[in-house]
């Protein structure tokens, strides 16, 4: 999924790094109300859960295996704006010290995995949070449509920049089915383990989902004198 | 972290590439790679030119041309996506062999083969003879907000512990008789990372209440 050197053009790599820069400019502004003074040390650790989610093999059939991309889970998780910075540093960090995706795509892939992915997958937990009836076991759905719609809006978006800065002729339609069969089917495993691993996580810390804020019941804490 | 160890990349060395500042190899690196991404595929010469300038390079940093090999396996995705091109890009047909394909996306699919190994061998390069602190600084040099060098601070010291937690459980998993095999072994992987995920906040929030305990100031410059 990471995007190479040589696969778009030099202008649209640049176009693509200043929408990044702009947009980790305004989640660095954002993260702060959501963690206040603990963004760094917090977001450092859940970067670094995300990289190691990442490599984590779910196997699928015939030795073949798919891993998480983390976009939706992460914004679920600790909510859209860390779960942006989280997303770019794994993909700087990816690209500068495990040569995995190129450095002038580098804007790109933040454009693609960061951006558009937290972004579709915070609209699609908000709406489907409005939808769906307010219970706690309805988080883990919402965010597997959040993750079946981020990565789906990923790959569109991805061959949108191709049909403008792409170096290779090839017709838009064939290239945008071929992209979102794939990755709806990427996009559907996605879901599952996002589904998986937060309705897990629900069950054992419900508190440190953001996104169940809103649906946990919040108990004050009681004390009362019992009659003998 | 005690004893000076760098990621699983690095590769220690005093060559003078490994002493050069990380923030002049970063800003290289990145204008090296765009001005091959923006090189046309007809010129052959400066391909060459940048080929030699990588080999000079490598030879310079006495990593061992071995060690960055089986590290390209991390290009196998790209290559994979080259040897379909040819066959989905529109625009005249060529014959090869028994085989007819498309012209310019034969000539895209060797481009974007030379362009993203060039890449791939420059970053391997850059992250074979740079410390990752040393990179952080660099960063932070090259006017990266601190506040992302920081994150990316925290990341580079607890990769190693939230992987080796990674392979702690997977042990645990495996001692048990457990094994991975198909789809409906999922839930068991999934909730492995929803462990990790609660392990992983728990750490940072006990790392913070130490930090801030010792007299951490956010806003502070190091």
């Given at each position: 999924m990471h995007v190479p050197d040589g696969f778009l053009d030099a202008p649209t790599s640049l176009a693509t790094a200043g929408v990044a820069a702009a947009a980790v400019a305004l989640a660095l502004r954002g993260a702060r109300r959501e963690l206040d003074d603990r963004v760094a040390p917090l977001a450092g650790i859940i970067a670094t859960f995300v990289f190691a989610g990442q490599m984590i093999n779910f196997p699928v059939a015939g030795g073949t295996s798919g891993h998480l991309l983390g976009g939706a889970m992460t914004t679920v998780l600790v909510g859209p704006f860390t779960g942006l910075l989280c997303m770019t540093v794994v993909i700087v960090v990816q690209s500068l010290l495990?040569?995995?995706?190129g450095i002038t795509a580098l804007g790109t892939n933040v454009v693609l995995m960061g951006v558009v992915a937290v972004v579709t997958a915070h609209l699609v937990f908000l709406a489907a949070q409005v939808l769906l009836?307010?219970?706690?076991?309805?988080v883990a759905p919402a965010a597997a449509l959040a993750a079946l719609a981020s990565v789906a809006t990923s790959a569109a978006t991805f061959v949108l920049l191709y049909s403008v800065g792409g170096v290779v002729p090839i017709p838009f339609d064939t290239l945008l089915t071929a992209m979102l069969g794939v990755h709806l089917l990427i996009g559907a495993g996605e879901a599952v383990i996002t589904f998986v691993v937060v309705a897990g996580i629900m069950g054992v810390r419900p508190d440190l989902v953001r996104g169940a804020r809103g649906v946990l019941v919040s108990r004050e804490l009681e004390t009362r004198m019992v009659a003998a | 972290m005690g004893a000076p160890h760098g990621h699983r990349l690095h590769f220690h060395g005093h060559s003078p590439i490994h002493r050069a500042p990380a923030h002049l190899k970063v800003a290289a690196l990145v204008g090296f790679m765009l001005v091959v991404v923006a090189t046309?595929?007809?010129w052959l010469p400066a391909f060459a030119t940048y080929a030699a300038v990588l080999a000079v390079l490598v030879a310079l940093s006495g990593v061992p041309a071995s060690y960055l090999a089986r590290r390209m396996v991390i290009e196998t995705p790209v290559l994979v996506f080259a040897v379909v091109l040819p066959w989905v890009a529109s625009g005249p047909r060529v014959e090869l062999g028994v085989l007819t394909v498309s012209e310019p996306g034969l000539a895209a699919a060797a481009a974007l083969v030379v362009k993203a190994t060039f890449g791939v061998l420059a970053s391997l390069l850059l992250a074979a003879t740079t410390d990752p602190r040393e990179l952080l600084a660099g960063l932070e040099r090259l006017r990266v907000p601190a506040q992302l060098v920081q994150i990316m601070g925290f990341m580079v010291r607890y990769l190693e512990v939230v992987t080796d937690e990674l392979g702690r459980m997977r042990t645990a998993r495996e001692s048990r008789g457990f094994s991975a095999r198909d789809p409906r072994h999922w839930p068991v992987l999934g909730r492995s990372v929803g462990a990790l995920f609660i392990r992983s906040f728990e750490r940072g929030e006990r790392v913070h209440l130490a930090m801030v305990s010792r007299g951490y100031d956010p806003g502070a410059r190091r």
């Open positions: 495990f040569a995995d995706g009836p307010k219970r706690v076991s309805m | 046309p595929l007809s």
